[in-house]
């Protein structure tokens, strides 16, 4: 299965500090599935003997049908779920073998898109933003600090004092990136984020994660939209009833 091209990453994050490349020495895997099989409680198999393997710094597309096990892959990145069979490891760790804060603490460090936006509709733009960080017991002061430069990365600056139902679709998905980011998570997990979306909004959503990939983050989305993909250059694999193979 796919062993992707390394890219050596670059700049410094949004936020000014060091993209994290050199923190576990040599080894720039970030994300690995060794012969996945995932089948739920009802006997569904979401997925089947799945490899992949992903380096630091990519960007990579997992594309294929509704229903084809593109959710359960992230979902089994970040915990959420966990393999019937076969290993999954991000960061050098077995998301198996991980409980209680040692499952936060990588948690901490993967920020996740969804197709639905998930925002709190009580809440400000800025407040969406910036709950995770609050929650985490970071000081007002870092959170101000965060806060200006990751809405202006989404183009939501001056939307910062809006409640979600006053944005429109874009928007609200620009915001859940922020909130996704805000922590400057080295991997970032889009499910379907364009899936809501009209074609420029999709394209805004994807340059924004081309740029935070840009800034060192290992980024992966799923998608079925297959002109999408084929607009970007970034490798791709496809998903086919738990199937993986590189297109
Ligand atoms: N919690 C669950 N329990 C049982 N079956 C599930 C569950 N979640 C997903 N599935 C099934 O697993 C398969 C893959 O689902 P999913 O990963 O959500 O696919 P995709 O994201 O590509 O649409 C589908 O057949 C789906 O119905
Ligand atoms: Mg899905």
């Known amino acids: 299965m796919p062993v992707l091209t390394t890219q050596v990453k670059k700049d410094k994050s949004f936020h000014g500090e060091d993209s994290e490349t050199q923190q576990h020495g040599s080894n720039t895997t970030k994300v690995q599935l060794q012969s996945v099989t995932k089948t739920y409680a009802n006997g569904t198999h979401a997925l089947l003997n799945a490899n992949l393997e992903v380096k630091k710094g990519e960007f990579l597309f997992i594309t294929g049908p509704s229903g084809s096990g593109k959710s359960t892959l992230l979902k089994l990145l970040y915990g959420q779920e966990l ?73 939501l600056l001056s939307k910062a004092d809006c409640f979600p139902d006053q944005l429109s679709g874009g928007e609200q998905q620009r915001v859940s990136i922020a909130r996704a980011i805000v922590g400057t998570p080295p991997l970032l997990l889009a499910d379907e984020p364009t899936g809501n979306l009209d074609p420029d909004n999709s394209w805004q959503v994807i340059q924004i994660l081309q740029k935070l990939n840009s800034f060192g983050a290992t980024v992966i989305v799923t998608t079925h939209d297959e002109q999408l993909v084929r607009r970007c250059n970034h490798p791709v694999v496809q998903v086919r009833n738990g199937r993986l193979s590189r297109k």
Not at 105 to 134: C, M, P, S
Request: with cysteine; proline share 3%.
């Open 83 to 155: 393999p019937t069979q076969g290993e999954v490891i991000v960061d050098e760790c077995n998301v198996a073998d991980l409980r209680g804060d040692r499952l936060s603490l990588l948690r901490r460090r993967i920020g996740i898109v969804f197709q639905d936006y998930k925002l709190i509709t009580q809440r400000t733009v800025a407040e969406n933003v910036t709950f995770v960080l609050q929650a985490q017991g970071y000081t007002r002061k870092e959170i101000q600090r965060r806060l200006e430069p990751t809405l202006k990365l989404v183009g």
